[in-house]
Each structure stands twice: as C-alpha cells, then as structure tokens.
C-alpha cells in the first residue's frame, strides 16, 4: 500500500508538471501570435497604442488558457509517460504487479481535476477579462457599431408582459437601435401584446423607445385594440425585466460569460425571445471539459506507454499526437454544428469526449491487456 502511495504521488507530480509545462508554452505562442495579430489590425488605429494593444492581448490570455487545455493535457501526457517509458520506471512498476490501469488511475483523476479547476476558477476569470478585452478591441481597434450592427441595427425580443392577468407576452421589434453610454434607444417600435393563448389583446406603435431599469419607455405611442378606436398619441411604460446589460451580453460572445451565471442568463434569454443556442452549448462545453481532459490523458498514454525495445517510438507519440489533435478539432466542429441547430446541443458538448474516452480505453485495452 505504501509503495503504490509512494508510486502515484511521483506519477502525479511527473505528470502535472509536464501538462503545466507543456499548458505555459502553448500558451505563451498562442499569445504571441495574438499579439502579432492584434499588432496587424492596430497598425492603422492611431488611438491604438502600443500599451493599449499589450493590456487586449495580456487580458486574453486565461481565454488562451481554457481553449488549449485538452491538448495541453495531451502533450503534456505524451512527454510524461514517454519518459517514464524510457527510464524503465513504468516496467519496474508493473514488474511489481501494479498494472497499467492502477497507475493511470492517478494521472486521469489529475487531469480531470485540471478541467475542474478551469470550468469553475479559471472560467469565470477568463469571461470577466475576455468582456474586457473585447469592449477595447471594440472601441480601438474593430470597425463597425458593435454587435447590433450585425443585424441591421434592428432588435426582435419577446419577453414576458406582466401586466397582464394571466400573464402573456409582449413582442417588440424596433429599428435604428444604438447602445451608447449605458443607454438602449431605438427609433420606431411596434409592440404586439399576446396572451397566454397568443390572442391578440393590443398593438402598440411608438415613435422612439428606450430601456429604463424595470421598464420600457415608448415615446409618442398609440395602443390600438382589436374593436376598438386608436388611442390618442402619449407616452407608454411596460414593465420588462430586461436590462442594457443583458441586451448586450445577448449578442455578446457566451465566452464572455461565466459558468456561475450562465444557467440564469439561459432562462432570461429564453423567456425574452432570444436564441440560447450557442450559450446552452458554451455551459455544457464547460462542463464536459474534465471529461475531455480525461480522455486526452488516456490517449497519451495509449499511444506513448510502449517499450523502446519494441521499436517505432516517434510514430507512436506522433500518431496519439495526430489521434489528440484530431479529437480536439472534432469537438469543434461538433460546437459548430451544435450552434446551428444541426445537433442537439447536449449531444455536440459531450459526444467528442465520451466517444474519445471509449475510443482511449479500447487502445488501451488492446495494448495492455490484448
């Protein structure tokens, strides 16, 4: 008992101090090619300076940290045991009667600790410095007016309308939208007011609109009722719970936000009418990255625990290298196809990793035991 204590602390911290090192110098050349980039767009910005340009690359960098850990882990793992594998101490180990599942055991938990420790610590800090980042490329150094300008400068929301009694629904649509200072304005609006059975109850046509905390404001406004005449022009408040903030972060990258506060932010974009697709798919890609951690640590060790005697060392560590990237790839693209609805979200966050890991375990199932 002592000696597989003693064999799995020195596992562990052979291990994790490949996949961190391994994890610093990924990271450290993805930020420099960041940087480059960032240095390319800001040529012709003069209010990007260089100081500027520096403090939007050093804040994306926990953001660098998170999307390069699965192989991080990879390569980290192939280094650790490939050398454990030469030095002999893996064979003197199962020379001892301690099978290859006992002392992956160690490495694997490690590993999925590492995903842990990022979807809950290391997230949060990355979303909060990435929305940082973001807003100073956007105010220096992009062209364009931001995100809404990707929709034509027109907003389509549905939310609740507590007003009514059952409650129903309010459907706004309003054109020339700006987000400026903390402020939503809009210029004309058109509010269909629905009920709890989608009936009709009221149409509102405003002038201008704008988003106070706790309601909007509609300027100029008429509420037309089926049956009934049009009502003389004034100015109208519907309660929303709906803030600039959250307007923003709607069409905000869901990097941007945390792993603590997406759920709440799922259902509010949900009961306003927005598409929670891509922010579904964000939270559960999160919550599958211990697993997909796991899984790459598996693979390295598929692919890098065979003896030197038997030969062929480099195309072993550069197919479980190829295996790994593959796999890392493969989760992207399934995000990809997750955001367009061609999946289901659930089955596009955790289907690469959980096929991954089989995949892992039947190498290593071949490899050790076949």
Known sequence: ??????????????????????????????????????????????????ALVVQ?????????????????????????????????????????????????????????????????????LSSAMLSRAEALETAYIRTGGGPLALNGGQLWLRQSDRELTPKGVAIIHASAVALRDEQLTTGRVSVFRLDDGDRLLARIEAASASLAKGYWVFGEARAIRPDQLPELSRELKLATDLTVGRV??????????????????????????????????????????????????????????????????ARMIGGGVSVGFSLFVISKV??????????????????PAASGLMLAVALLLHTEDG
């Open 334 to 351: 399934a995000e990809e196809f997750g955001q367009s609805g061609a999946l289901p979200v659930i089955l596009a966050a955790w289907a």
């Open 248 to 313: 923003q972060d709607s069409f905000a990258a869901p990097d941007t936000l945390s792993v603590w506060v997406l759920p709440d932010f799922i259902a509010l974009l949900e009961r306003s009418g927005f598409s929670s697709a891509r922010h579904r798919l964000h939270f559960h890609a999160l919550l599958a990255l211990p697993l997909l951690a796991a899984t790459m640590a598996l693979v390295a060790a598929g692919f890098s625990m065979r003896p030197t005697r038997r030969g062929g060392v």
């Open 1 to 50: 008992m002592i000696v597989t204590l003693t064999l799995s602390r020195y596992i562990a911290r052979q291990f994790l101090l490949a996949v961190l090192s391994a994890w610093a110098a990924l990271a450290a050349l993805v930020a420099m090619f960041d940087f480059i980039e960032l240095l390319r767009r800001s040529a012709a910005k003069p209010d990007a300076t260089f």
């Open 56 to 124: 939007i690359a050093a804040l994306r960098v926990p953001f660098i940290l998170m999307q390069i850990l699965p192989f991080a882990v990879l390569l980290g793992g192939v280094i650790c045991f490939w050398r454990l594998t030469r030095t002999s101490e893996l064979i003197v180990a199962r020379a001892a009667g301690i099978s290859a599942w006992e002392f992956l055991t160690v490495p694997t938990l490690c590993a999925m600790s590492l995903g842990v420790i990022a979807t809950l610590a290391l997230s949060p």
